[in-house]
């Protein structure tokens, strides 16, 4: 051996802290599915946008032991997900607004795509028939 010291900073964390992690996580994800039934617009978008950037954020301090390293990779990680959580926001707002500026965007590429199509509800009390050809 050549007298250099390998010993290594370990840190366990707790259940207790995976369990609150965990349950924070399920709560942010509540609240992204409750933000989308509230009527924001293109709002929508950017709210789940900014709690996954915070879900993120939430994983990497714990799951990825960054709250327990050096706090150089916790600033840099963090930094570099806020500014892609902004780049993505701003991309957003600029899809958000094409409308406004031109008015052909604003309409569907294909105005008799079957998305856009209201479903018809099937008559009750008579079977509903298989429109998909049969190969003889």
């Not at 924070?24 to 617009?41: E, H």
């Amino acid at each position: 051996m050549s007298g250099h010291s390998t010993h290594e900073n370990r840190h366990v964390v707790s259940f207790k802290t995976y369990l609150a992690t965990g349950t924070a996580l399920l709560i942010l994800t509540a609240a992204t599915v409750g933000v989308s039934f509230i009527k924001l617009g293109g709002w929508n978008a950017i709210a789940a946008v900014g709690i996954a950037c915070l879900k993120a954020i939430l994983v990497a301090f714990v799951f990825m032991h960054l709250l327990y390293d050096k706090k150089i990779f916790l600033v840099i990680f963090s930094v570099a997900i806020i500014f892609l959580t902004i780049f993505l926001a701003l991309t957003m707002f600029d899809i958000l607004s094409r409308g406004e500026i031109y008015p052909d965007y604003e309409e569907p590429i294909e105005k008799n795509a079957v998305i856009y199509k209201k479903a018809e509800p099937a008559p009750t009390g008579e079977p509903v028939e298989d429109s998909t050809p049969k190969n003889h």
